[in-house]
């Protein structure tokens, strides 16, 4: 009963804490969002416990919390999933505040980790201590026009990042849509390439 009551507090403490949060607005799908009654537009600071008014399912915006200093991209479809009240309800319950945080130190954890919806504006990054040089690196494939695509990946100082390079054919730039990958490691030195996911969504905020 004793630990109960102690988790109990840490919940109710973490919930406080940040209920405390403000956000401010970097970048928005539409001109403004209604926000606790009130319009607000990017450079605009929110509280944190004020109700968000969406109004379509890819609306999108990124949000720094002037708190924490963290970024997260936040779109409309994915917040409403959650039935949160407000942006520090929906961070509690979709358990990340930005990116996902530690390594991932092999292929099996990354294919986890990727099979899922991504909602892509600038960039999606993942953390990946597995070798990148130029016998070992990530390409992602998906289905354009009845043709198969390869898209090499870059890997930055240990960060994996999906851009809208992914939309660039030939050196020409392509309308983004909604697109599922297979993303692979390949190992040129042992002669092998490995399926990370081949259910990994990425789903393009304009």
Same mark, same amino acid.
């Given at each position: ?14 919930? #406080? ?5 403000? *956000?401010?607005? =970097? ?5 403004? $969002?209604? @926000?606790?009654? /009130? ?6 600071? *929110?509280?944190?416990?004020?109700? @968000? ?11 720094? !919390? ?6 997260? =991209?936040?779109?409309? &479809?994915?917040?409403?999933?959650? /039935?949160?009240?407000?942006? %520090?309800?929906? *961070? $509690? ?9 530690? &390594? ?5 954890? #990354?294919?986890?980790?990727?099979? &899922? ?6 960039? $999606? ?13 990530? *390409?992602?494939?998906?289905?354009? %026009?009845? &043709? ?5 990946? %870059?890997?930055?100082?240990?960060? #994996? @990042? ?9 050196? /020409? ?5 909604? @697109? ?11 002669? !092998? ?9 990425? =789903?393009? $905020?304009?």
């Amino acid at each position: 009963m004793k630990n109960i009551i102690t988790a109990l507090a840490v919940i109710a403490a973490s919930a #406080l804490a940040l209920s405390a949060d403000n *956000f401010k607005i =970097l970048y928005l799908t539409t001109p403004d $969002i209604v @926000i606790g009654g /009130k319009t607000y537009k990017v450079g605009d600071v *929110f509280a944190g416990d004020a109700p @968000i008014k969406w109004s379509a399912p890819r609306q999108a915006m990124k949000v720094l !919390n002037t708190t924490t200093k963290k970024q997260s =991209l936040v779109v409309a &479809e994915k917040y409403s999933g959650t /039935k949160s009240a407000d942006m %520090n309800s929906y *961070f $509690i319950q979709s358990k990340q505040l930005s990116t996902r945080q530690g &390594e991932i130190i092999n292929t099996m954890e #990354l294919g986890i980790v990727l099979g &899922e919806q991504h909602y892509l504006l600038d960039s $999606i990054a993942v953390k990946t201590s597995l070798p990148v040089d130029d016998a070992h690196f990530f *390409f992602a494939s998906y289905g354009y %026009n009845g &043709e198969t695509i390869n898209k090499k990946l %870059n890997c930055t100082d240990g960060t #994996l @990042i999906f851009d809208r390079s992914l939309y660039s054919i030939d050196g /020409k730039a392509i309308e983004p849509f909604d @697109i599922t990958l297979s993303v692979w490691y390949m190992d040129r030195t042992a002669g !092998n390439r490995t399926l990370v996911t081949d259910k990994m969504t990425v =789903l393009p $905020i304009k």
